[in-house]
């Protein structure tokens, strides 16, 4: 059974069009990761949520916002996507130490 | 900053043979965590094997195995007895110790098996 998931798995925006996508897990673990991965290159952490607190990348852009509402849930909020926010989107989750479990991710698509 | 480079962008190997994949890093960190995960096709990114830096033996898991230099910085994987299954991206990453989740990864290397 999938253990962390990610919905929706395919999503296609219009450039500027407001987007989120979701994370949800059902291993308990109380850190919360979202990776970007563009075509051909290496994810890219964009923040993190341990417990309830909130860690950004420092060259994360604004235009990415999170959400973690409770321990099950987070989200990533694109506010304005552009060209260039099209990409694989991960979720992840560990306890402090602990191994790494991914989403299957979402792919973003921006016209 | 740390970097994880893996020179490697494809490799191929026939079924039942070994096959090993390259990885250097540059840290000046002295508690760092080493991994290799795959990521086959549509499917999400598993964790193959995990070396702790202070730990001189090379971890292994089933077919696969690690070969760490320290000194030289570099974390070459090893894969025996391929299989159809291992095809998929190969990434190395890299982890602070204090930050164990927020993972450097290398560019990826794309492995095929051949039946």
């Known amino acids: 059974d999938a253990m962390v998931i990610q919905n929706p798995r395919y999503q296609v925006t219009q450039f500027g069009k407001p987007v989120t996508l979701s994370c949800s897990q059902t291993?308990?673990?109380?850190?919360m990761y979202w990776y970007q991965q563009k075509s051909s290159q290496a994810p890219k952490l964009l923040f993190h949520?341990?417990?309830?607190?909130?860690?950004n990348e420092a060259d994360t852009p604004d235009n990415f916002q999170s959400r973690r509402p409770n321990t099950s849930f987070c989200f990533l909020d694109i506010r304005s996507p552009g060209l260039g926010d099209a990409a694989m989107y991960l979720c992840?989750?560990?306890?402090?130490?602990?191994?790494?479990?991914f989403g299957e991710g979402s792919r973003l698509t921006v016209l | 900053a740390q970097t994880v480079t893996q020179s490697q962008p494809e490799m191929s190997v026939q079924e039942a043979e070994t096959v090993t994949l390259s990885c250097t890093y540059d840290?000046?960190?002295?508690?760092?965590?080493l991994f290799w995960y795959k990521q086959p096709p549509s499917r999400q990114m598993i964790l193959v094997i995990r070396?702790?830096?202070?730990?001189?033996q090379n971890a292994t898991e089933n077919r696969f195995s690690v070969n760490f230099q320290k000194a030289a910085k570099s974390f070459s994987l090893k894969i025996s007895d391929s299989q159809l299954g291992d095809a998929a991206m190969y990434f190395c990453?890299?982890?602070?110790?204090?930050?164990?989740?927020?993972?450097?990864f290398g560019q990826g290397t794309i492995l095929t098996v051949h039946p």
């Open positions: 840290t000046s960190e002295s508690d760092y965590y």
């Open positions: 990453a890299y982890a602070v110790g204090t930050s164990y989740g927020k993972l450097t």
């Open positions: 291993l308990n673990h109380n850190v």
């Open positions: 949520y341990y417990d309830k607190d909130f860690n």
């Open positions: 992840a989750t560990s306890r402090a130490t602990g191994e790494l479990f």
């Open positions: 070396q702790e830096a202070y730990k001189q």
